[in-house]
């Protein structure tokens, strides 16, 4: 979980493998604002190596949302205030190391 401003969103699973080839996954975005004088929200996500983010979700105050299979390591879910435009918390999906068997 990100704790952010006004806000807390997760990612399951927070941390994707980097294995070659990277394998997309579906994952649960959670969020929760804890500034109620925010009542609705839009989910951005950004692909890795992109600056421009796309809708992926809105809501009231909590939620949570299944993606489809294409999360990958270093994707980007951005909570902003549907009113302002305002980041209220962001998380980027970490990467796993990749291990070889000796």
């Known amino acids: 979980m990100v704790r952010g401003n006004?806000?807390?969103i997760s990612?399951?699973?927070g941390s994707v493998s980097g294995?070659?080839?990277v394998?997309?996954?579906?994952?649960k975005v959670s969020w929760e604002v804890t500034d109620h004088s925010i009542d609705h929200v839009k989910i951005m996500?950004?692909?890795p190596g992109?600056?421009?983010?796309?809708?992926?979700?809105e809501g009231g105050f909590s939620g949570e949302v299944n993606t489809g299979p294409w999360v990958?390591?270093?994707t980007r879910f951005d909570l902003l205030n549907a009113s302002s435009q305002a980041k209220l918390a962001s998380y980027t999906?970490?990467?796993k190391p990749c291990h070889t068997a000796p």
């Open 45 to 47: 996500v950004v692909d």
């Open 11 to 13: 990612i399951a699973p």
């Open 72 to 74: 990958k390591p270093g």
């Open 6 to 8: 006004g806000a807390d």
């Open 93 to 95: 999906v970490a990467e």
């Open 19 to 21: 294995c070659s080839p």
């Open 23 to 27: 394998v997309p996954v579906i994952a």
């Open 50 to 57: 992109s600056s421009e983010g796309r809708l992926f979700s």
